[in-house]
C-alpha cells in the first residue's frame, strides 16, 4: 500500500475524537451545571421557608438522590473497568440502560438541585442536565457504532438510551477489576457531595441578609 495512503490514515485515527475525549465532555457538562446552580442560589430562594417541613422533605430527598448517584456511578464503573471502547458491556446497570453513568450523574444532579429546597430546582436541574448529556450520548453513539460495528448497533437496539428497563436486568461480568478508575469516579462525585455544606451556608447567608434573595421559585 502507498506510504502517502498510511499516514493519512494514520493522521485521521489521530485526528479522531477518542472515547476519552466525550468522558472529559461529561465531567466539563457536570462542572459547569454545578457552578451555575451555585450562581442561581446566590440570588435565589424556594418559596418553602428553609425551617419549613416541606423545605426539609425537599433537602433530604435531594441527600438521597446525591448519595444513590453516587453508588450508582461507583456501581456502573466496576462493570466498565476500562472496557467501554473495547468490548460491549451488557451487564449490571449495562443491562438497563446504554449510559448509566449518565443516568446516576443525573438522579445526583436533580439531589443538588433540591438543596435548594425547592421542586422547581429539583425536577428543572434534572432536566437540563439530562439533555446535556443528551446531546455527549448522541456524539458518543456515533463514534461507538464506527469503533464496535455491529455487536453495539445490536445492543443499541435491545437496550434503552437513558431511561432504564428493569426487567432487562442481567448480573453480567464485571470483567477485570481497576481501583484507578474507581478512585477517579468517586473523586468525579464529591463535586455532589460539597453542595449540600456550600447551599446549607448559602441559605444561612440569605437568611441573615448577607446575600440577596433577588427571586423565589416554588
Given at each position: 500500500?502507498?506510504?502517502?495512503?498510511?499516514?493519512q490514515r494514520a493522521a485521521g485515527r489521530q485526528d479522531r475524537p477518542t472515547l476519552g475525549n466525550y468522558q472529559r465532555t461529561r465531567r466539563?457538562?457536570?462542572?459547569?451545571?454545578?457552578?451555575?446552580?451555585?450562581?442561581?442560589?446566590?440570588?435565589?430562594?424556594?418559596?418553602?421557608?428553609?425551617?419549613?417541613?416541606?423545605?426539609?422533605?425537599i433537602e433530604m430527598a435531594g441527600i438521597v438522590m446525591i448519595f444513590l448517584g453516587i453508588v450508582g456511578r461507583l456501581w456502573s464503573t466496576l462493570y466498565i473497568g476500562g472496557r467501554k471502547s473495547a468490548e460491549v458491556v451488557t451487564g449490571g446497570p449495562y443491562s438497563v440502560t446504554r449510559n448509566p453513568l449518565y443516568v446516576f450523574s443525573t438522579i445526583a444532579a436533580a439531589g443538588v438541585g433540591a438543596q435548594m429546597g425547592s421542586f422547581t430546582a429539583m425536577i428543572g436541574f434534572g432536566l437540563l442536565?439530562?439533555?446535556?448529556?443528551?446531546?455527549?450520548?448522541?456524539?458518543?453513539?456515533?463514534f461507538l457504532s464506527e469503533v464496535m460495528g455491529a455487536p453495539y448497533k445490536d445492543y443499541l437496539a435491545r437496550v434503552p438510551r437513558f431511561v432504564p428497563n428493569l426487567s432487562l436486568y442481567n448480573e453480567g461480568d464485571t470483567g477485570?477489576?481497576?481501583p484507578r478508575l474507581l478512585r477517579t469516579t468517586l473523586l468525579d462525585g464529591l463535586v455532589f457531595l460539597v453542595a449540600m455544606p456550600v447551599f446549607e451556608m448559602i441559605d444561612s447567608a440569605q437568611i441573615a441578609g448577607t446575600l440577596p434573595v433577588l427571586f423565589r421559585v416554588p
Open positions: 500500500m502507498d506510504g502517502g495512503v498510511l499516514e466539563y457538562v457536570l462542572a459547569v451545571l454545578v457552578v451555575a446552580l451555585f450562581a442561581l442560589l446566590l440570588v435565589g430562594q424556594s418559596w418553602f421557608p428553609p425551617e419549613s417541613v416541606v423545605h426539609e422533605t442536565c439530562a439533555f446535556a448529556f443528551h446531546i455527549v450520548i448522541l456524539r458518543e453513539e456515533r477485570s477489576f481497576k
